[in-house]
């Protein structure tokens, strides 16, 4: 759809210029019946046409190194595209007779050089080369860009689950009667990422309730030990995110944010409205002591890249990693 943007105006913009040079324009609609026009707008409608084939199918044979084949049909194609102008023009003209149609005006084809047809004719084939080259760096580019998201969307499975296990692995240790539940929440968050984050989109609202559950989660580890303030607002029915984009800003948020030593909070913000989505975390830096499994460096080092891909110029991530607070603010405009 992206390229018919651009091929159509460029279309219709070549298909004018044997409109707008024709010394037959003050006719108007008229123009059409001269034989010198006729041939001329014929040619340039073939090497339209010639542009889609050359792009979509004959190309094939030069990136495939077959450059002989490929020249012998650009030049057989050049003969053609000569050719067959001239006897549209005599089908019209024997139409024309058939219908009884005077004609009062030159009915001479014009006397035109093959070189001058073989400038639009170059001009045609090396457009052409130029739209396709294009084409497959873009796609080339798409497809490193998804190997890329699929790698990162890999990266947070096993985070989150090292993570969780730690905490169920603590309510277990302190013989804990909320332990039986918290696997069990796991177990549906674990389902959560199974089914859904090999999905570039899942609904928003089965995206809230995973966030929920895993804060619930949290709440069931840590006890009263840290004040967790969650605020969410919105009707999140009918809308869509691309999956697992949020947990690791609130992950991050536990990871640093919790220390029984000192004094700490986290703070998590979700409101939606209309189109606009916002995320606003924030807790206290009090846990600078961390394990290997916790030093992943995974999390929000990706969730640039993401918003790039799925959001571009229509997201907002802001992060300030202040003395004392880590502030991470996040506003998506959704589809």
């Known amino acids: 759809m992206k390229n018919w943007k651009i091929l159509l105006p460029g279309c219709l913009l070549f298909l004018s210029i044997p409109i707008i040079t024709s010394p037959e324009l003050s ?50 194609a050049f003969g053609l595209l000569i050719w067959l102008p001239n006897q549209m023009v005599y089908l019209i003209e024997i139409i024309e007779i058939q219908l009884g149609i005077q004609r009062n005006f030159d009915p001479e084809l014009p006397n035109i050089p093959n070189i001058a047809k073989l400038v639009p004719y170059l001009f045609v084939v090396a457009t052409s080369y130029m739209f396709t080259l294009k084409q497959m760096l873009d796609e080339a580019t798409n497809e490193k860009l998804k190997a890329e998201i699929s790698y990162l ?46 999905n570039d989109f899942v609904g928003l609202e089965k995206e809230i309730t995973y966030l929920e559950n895993f804060i619930e989660l949290q709440r069931l580890r840590i006890g009263n030990v840290t004040p967790i303030q969650v605020v969410i607002k919105g009707d999140f029915n009918g809308k869509s995110i691309t999956p697992l984009l949020l947990i690791p800003i609130i992950e991050n948020a536990f990871k640093y944010g919790i220390n029984p030593d000192k004094e700490s909070f986290i703070s998590i913000r979700i409101a939606l409205q209309d189109n606009h989505f916002h995320l606003h975390v924030q807790n206290a830096k009090v846990n600078t002591v961390l394990d290997e499994t916790q030093k992943t460096g995974t999390g929000l080092q990706n969730i640039s890249k993401r918003l790039q891909y799925f959001y571009p110029s229509r997201h907002e991530l802001i992060i300030r990693d202040l003395e004392h607070v880590f502030d991470v603010i996040l506003n998506i405009q959704l589809a």
């Open 27 to 76: 006719r108007g609609l008229g123009m059409f019946r001269v034989p010198a026009f006729q041939y001329l707008f014929s040619y340039f409608v073939l090497l339209t046409v010639f542009f889609f084939w050359n792009s979509n199918y004959l190309l094939k044979l030069f990136f495939e190194r077959n450059h002989k084949v490929y020249f012998g049909v650009l030049f057989v």
């Open 153 to 198: 969307k890999a990266q947070i499975n096993p985070h989150f689950l090292f993570n969780t296990l730690n905490s169920i692995y603590a309510l277990t240790i302190m013989k804990s009667d909320d332990a039986p539940k918290a696997v069990l929440g796991l177990s549906g968050l674990m389902r959560y990422v199974v089914n859904e984050s090999s």
